[in-house]
């Protein structure tokens, strides 16, 4: 990925680089790939942490993911399925006021989620 959300222009021609112009990305776009970024990110914590709390006695609270956390497999394949859908809705979306809200907010969720899971680690 193009970093600071600038594409160079030749990315999709064959102009060389050095006289090829930069296009800026729309910002609702840059956040869009920032937030589903962050949110892989918070997925992979949610379930290491998850794993660890298990590990040491504990419970999902997820009744969604109750089945399958009994091994790291089958919960990563989910939570890659979710995560994979979220990021092509987003996708074919970016131009949503609605669907960048949506983001922040699962975002926000799975930091939740992430944050218990460490509090509950440091209270075992």
Same mark, same amino acid.
Request: hydrophobic letters at 60%; proline letters at 5%; a positive charge.
């Given at each position: 990925m193009f970093s600071g959300g600038v594409v160079p222009a030749h990315a999709e021609m064959d102009v060389p680089a050095a006289v090829a112009?930069? +296009?800026? $990305?729309p910002w609702w776009r840059q956040q869009a790939l920032v937030? *589903?970024? +962050?949110?892989?990110?918070?997925? !992979? /914590?949610? !379930?290491?942490?998850?794993? $660890? +709390? $298990?590990?040491? @006695? @504990?419970?999902? @609270?997820?009744?969604?993911m109750r089945p399958f956390v009994d091994g790291v497999w089958g919960a990563a394949a989910v939570k890659f399925a979710c995560l994979?859908?979220? /990021?092509?809705?987003a996708r074919r979306c970016l131009g949503s006021a609605r669907v960048l809200r949506g983001l922040v907010a699962v +975002?926000?969720?799975? @930091?939740?989620? *992430?944050t218990w899971n460490l509090f509950v680690l440091a209270r075992s």
């Amino acid at each position: 990925m193009f970093s600071g959300g600038v594409v160079p222009a030749h990315a999709e021609m064959d102009v060389p680089a050095a006289v090829a112009p930069t +296009v800026r $990305l729309p910002w609702w776009r840059q956040q869009a790939l920032v937030l *589903v970024a +962050v949110l892989a990110a918070l997925n !992979l /914590a949610d !379930l290491l942490t998850t794993r $660890l +709390v $298990l590990d040491r @006695g @504990g419970d999902e @609270g997820n009744p969604v993911m109750r089945p399958f956390v009994d091994g790291v497999w089958g919960a990563a394949a989910v939570k890659f399925a979710c995560l994979v859908l979220i /990021a092509v809705l987003a996708r074919r979306c970016l131009g949503s006021a609605r669907v960048l809200r949506g983001l922040v907010a699962v +975002v926000a969720w799975y @930091g939740f989620v *992430v944050t218990w899971n460490l509090f509950v680690l440091a209270r075992s």
